[in-house]
C-alpha cells in the first residue's frame, strides 16, 4: 500500500492509494500518518473495499512529508563501501551513526535552500525505513516486523559545516531544506525485499549516483537491531540507511550544488523526488 499527505505545509491531508490509482482521504479513519496510527498491522488491513468508501483527494495537490510528528530523524554515515572509499575513510566495522534535525525535513519535491555561507552543499540518496512499533534489543529476526514502511530520502550535506567545523556531522547535515522525505511511505508488503532495491540520482540530467541496496554493508535488519541498543526506537523515528558512492564530494575535482540546480533521485518501487536548490533569502 502507497500512503502520502498532500497539500500545502502545514495543511496536507492523510492519503492512501486505491488500486485505481486515486488518492483517498483517511481523515475519517485517522488523525495523520503519525504515531500509533504507523502500526504495521493498521496500515496494512486497510482493504480496497475501505477505500472505496472514502472521498477522493485532488492528486496534483504538493505532496509533503509522508509521515508527520517526526519523534528522531537517525541517520548511518558510510554504510556503502564505494562511498567510504571516496571519502577517503575506511569502511566501518560497526554502523556509523549520527543524528539529522527534524526541522530538516520537508516534502520530496519543495525547493532546497543553498545555506549562507556554503560552498559545499552536496547530495545523496537514501532508502529510509519509518519504524512502526517501538523497538528496544529487538533481533535481526524479529526487526523488520517493526517497519511502518519505506521512503525515498534526499539527505543533502553541507560538507564543509560537516568535516571542517569541528569534526560534528551533525552540523553539515541539519541546514533547513536538507531532508526531503517521500513522496510515497510504501508499506513492507509492497517491498518484500529492501535489499534488492535500485536508486539513483541526478543533478542538471547527469546521472551521478546509480547503486543498489543489496550494496549496504550493514543491512537494514541489522541496523534497526543495532540502533536499539543504544536508544528506543518509536513509531514515526525514521532511519535513513546511508548513500552510494556518487556524491559531490567524491567527484575528481568535488562538484557542489549551486542556486539553480535540479537533483532528481529516486529509489525502485518507492517514487521519485525533483528538488530546485535556491539561494539563502535572510528574509523569508
Known amino acids: 500500500m502507497r500512503y502520502a499527505r498532500l497539500g500545502p505545509a502545514g495543511e496536507e491531508i492523510p492519503v492512501a492509494y486505491h488500486n485505481d490509482g486515486t488518492a483517498r482521504d483517511l481523515r475519517s479513519l485517522i488523525n495523520d500518518l503519525e504515531g500509533q496510527y504507523l502500526d504495521p498491522d493498521a496500515l496494512s488491513n486497510l482493504t480496497p473495499e475501505q477505500l472505496e468508501e ?6 496534483s495537490l504538493r505532496f509533503g512529508p509522508p509521515v508527520a510528528g517526526i519523534g528522531k530523524f537517525i541517520c548511518v554515515g558510510l554504510n556503502y563501501a564505494q562511498h567510504a572509499a571516496e571519502s577517503g575513510m575506511p569502511a566501518p566495522e560497526q554502523p556509523v551513526l549520527f543524528m539529522k534535525a527534524t526541522s530538516t525535513i520537508q516534502g520530496p519535491n519543495d525547493d532546497v535552500v543553498i545555506p549562507k555561507g556554503s560552498e559545499k552543499t552536496d ?27 519505506y521512503l525515498v530520502v534526499n ?26 522525505i517521500g513522496p510515497f511511505l510504501v508499506t513492507p508488503d509492497d517491498v518484500p525485499n529492501p535489499q534488492g532495491l535500485d536508486l539513483w540520482l541526478d543533478v542538471n540530467g547527469k546521472r551521478q549516483q546509480q547503486s543498489n541496496t543489496r550494496d549496504m554493508i550493514f543491512g537494514v535488519a541489522e541496523l534497526i537491531t543495532y540502533i536499539s541498543k543504544y536508544m528506543t526506537l518509536e513509531p514515526g523515528d525514521i532511519i535513513s540507511t546511508g ?29 521519485q523526488q525533483r528538488q530546485t536548490t535556491i539561494a539563502y533569502d535572510p528574509v523569508a
Do not use: N
Request: with cysteine; hydrophobic share 35%.
Open 54 to 59: 472514502l472521498p477522493i483527494v485532488d492528486s
Open 123 to 149: 547530495w545523496e540518496v537514501e532508502l529510509g525505513v519509518v519504524i512502526g512499533r517501538t523497538c528496544r534489543h529487538f533481533s535481526e529476526d524479529d526487526a523488520l516486523g517493526h517497519v511502518a514502511g
Open 155 to 180: 539527505d543533502l550535506s553541507e560538507r564543509a559545516f560537516q568535516l571542517e567545523h569541528g569534526g560534528q556531522w551533525v552540523k553539515g547535515k541539519s541546514c533547513d531544506t536538507f531532508g526531503p
Open 243 to 271: 548513500t552510494p558512492s556518487g556524491v559531490g564530494l567524491g567527484l575528481k575535482p568535488p562538484v557542489y550544488l549551486k542556486p539553480g540546480d535540479t537533483m532528481e533521485l529516486g529509489i525502485e518501487g518507492l517514487g
